[in-house]
């Protein structure tokens, strides 16, 4: 079974400019996260979704950060414009269903200059 | 959403020890998770503990779950070198629908 996939793996920006990342979860599974990583702390959740709806985004600051899941499957996060201090890893997990165990991709590692 | 907080925020310890971290969390909890995260990589789940469960063993992992006290641990016996890395903790309930939020997690250093 592949696991979830995650492009690009290392990104560098520069402060302002716009940034997408793309996951891809294990098929199947209906419900998608998109986790912040700052470095020494852990994974903040950004967003869950359950097929291709929303059911938590609280953290996202919504003002810059966006993300969608067409047709319930992949999923993109979008920031734009970035800051400095949106430098972190971006991670994002599947699992079958909600509070049930999360698979992680490698994560995509953001640098803002 | 439900945030662990773990405990010790690192450990250190020699290979052949047992290692022994905490978690804690706020509200009521339908299971509780661990996951273990290497250095620069993506977070791998461990061990799924639901409410109704006060103990579970996997290989040499063994957590616990004490939901009057809120609190779980896990213990990795006769730790080798391999099981260096962040281990984190978090908490899910069913009724708010919400994922797992996690805590800063504990580092744990298992030397030669």
């Known amino acids: 079974e592949a696991g979830v996939a995650q492009s690009p793996r290392y990104k560098i920006i520069e402060k302002r400019q716009s940034v997408a990342f793309w996951c891809n979860p294990i098929?199947?599974?209906?419900?998608l996260y998109w986790y912040q990583q700052i470095l020494g702390q852990g994974p903040k959740l950004l967003i869950q979704?359950?097929?291709?709806?929303?059911?938590?985004d609280s953290q996202l600051p919504k003002d810059r950060f966006s993300a969608e899941r067409l047709k319930g499957v992949d999923s993109t996060l979008k920031i734009q414009p970035a800051k400095l201090e949106d430098s972190a890893v971006y991670l994002c997990a599947s699992s079958s269903q909600g509070g049930e165990t999360q698979y992680f991709g490698p994560g995509t590692r953001l640098l803002v200059l | 959403s439900q945030q662990g907080e773990e405990d010790p925020q690192a450990l250190s310890i020699q290979e052949g020890e047992n290692a022994t971290m905490n978690c804690s969390y706020k509200?009521?909890?339908?299971?509780l998770q661990w996951y273990r995260q290497n250095s620069g990589r993506g977070l791998v789940h461990l061990i799924l503990i639901r409410s109704n469960e006060r103990e579970k063993h996997s290989g040499r992992l063994r957590v616990t779950l004490d939901t009057s006290k809120k609190s779980s641990s896990l213990l990795i016996t006769a730790s080798q070198a391999a099981d260096t890395a962040s281990y984190f903790c978090a908490g899910w309930n069913s009724n708010s629908g919400y994922a797992l939020n996690f805590g800063k997690g504990t580092s744990l250093l298992v030397t030669p």
């Open positions: 509200t009521s909890i339908n299971n």
């Open positions: 098929s199947g599974h209906a419900t």
């Open positions: 979704f359950q097929n291709n709806g929303v059911v938590d």
